[in-house]
């Protein structure tokens, strides 16, 4: 029976070291710390928010200007031209001032 509970004891104690181990790893403590301090959760939120905001300003500004160039190179000015002309003289007829 001696037999037994040592062997289950060893590999209680394993199984405790490796949960242990895969706590640390995870970084769980500090987890809970963050989650037991609203502020600073917020002040986390608004950082990354703030950050993801102007990641997608500059990569839709990047986008749009590879986009024009594109497009840029493809069409003539004049024909592009002659569209916005088009499109602010069909405004203006709607709005009564032609």
Do not use: C
Not at 1 to 12: F, G, I, Q, R, W
């Amino acid at each position: 029976m001696a037999e037994v509970t040592d062997k289950s004891l060893k590999a209680l104690e394993e199984r405790v070291h490796k949960l242990a181990t895969n706590m640390e790893k995870m970084k769980l403590a500090e987890y809970v710390r963050l989650l037991e301090s609203p502020w600073r959760l917020l002040y986390v939120n608004f950082i990354s928010g703030v950050a993801r905001g102007l990641g997608i300003g500059v990569g839709f500004a990047v986008l749009s200007a590879v986009i024009i160039y594109i497009l840029k190179s493809m069409v003539t000015i004049p024909v592009i031209g002659s569209v916005i002309a088009q499109i602010v003289e069909i405004v203006q007829i709607r709005l009564g001032t032609y």
